[in-house]
Nanobody
Framework: QVQLVESGGGLVQPGGSLRLSCAAS????????MGWYRQAPGKQRELVAT???????NYEDTVKGRFTISRDNAKNTVYLQMNSLKPEDTAVYYC???????????????WGQGTQVTVSS
């Protein structure tokens, strides 16, 4: 079992920055990868960025160059640094942790409670 606690959301003006944090606890050594997803009103939840246990990253096209996902293994924490924020980034952001076993079978998916990010002037 993995527990995820998110923080860092809020209201910011266009062009501003926010850093989201996701602290994991429990069976953290079994996590294959972690990621950030977001869901805007009336839209499907979409992947924003992912990072594997080996450090490989992946980003949704519209956030490339603006968002950076990173990890701090000592603190079991994943971050999402968001720069040059746009109104289109407004959404509820969710932290995800995925557990796998060899070779690729997904054995668990865990989600944080979500944190609201609002970009508005």
């Amino acid at each position: 079992q993995v527990q995820l606690v998110e923080s860092g959301g809020g209201l910011v003006q266009p062009g501003g920055s926010l850093r989201l944090s996701c602290a994991a606890s429990g069976r953290t050594f079994s996590i294959y990868g972690m990621g950030w997803y977001r869901q805007a009103p009336g839209k499907q939840r979409e992947l924003v960025a992912t990072i594997t246990s080996g450090g490989s990253t992946n980003y949704e096209d519209t956030v490339k160059g603006r968002f950076t996902i990173s990890r701090d293994n000592a603190k079991n924490t994943v971050y999402l640094q968001m720069n040059s924020l746009k109104p289109e980034d407004t959404a509820v952001y969710y932290c995800n942790a995925q557990l796998r076993r060899w070779p690729t079978q997904v054995i668990g998916d865990y989600w944080g409670q979500g944190t609201q990010v609002t970009v508005s002037s």
